[in-house]
């Protein structure tokens, strides 16, 4: 899911996108991955959490995902798993 919606965003059709869309778009990728990421890693499948979040952060590395993520891991148990290096 989060690969589909964030080429969509970034893809060739985005230029046709109203600039509104787009923001939207992007914040539903970056919300939902961010939410995903939670459940895998209190589910325990730390492998697939770093999987996603790496792939997050490389779609966008901003201050304000990065603390989204942070929260989410927090919540889940695992504020850690960013620090272990997720993203780097």
Request: aromatic content about 4%; hydrophobic content about 45%; overall charge positive.
């Amino acid at each position: 899911m989060f690969e589909m919606t964030s080429a969509r965003i970034t893809g060739s059709a985005s230029a046709a996108m109203p600039e509104r869309a787009r923001t939207a778009g992007r914040s539903y990728a970056i919300s939902s991955a961010a939410q995903n990421i939670e459940v895998l890693a209190g589910a325990g499948d730390l492998a697939h959490a770093r999987e996603l979040a790496g792939r997050l952060l490389a779609f966008d590395g901003s201050e304000a995902t990065r603390a989204l993520l942070q929260k989410h891991l927090e919540r889940a148990g695992r504020a850690d798993l960013l620090s272990a290096g997720a993203g780097k």
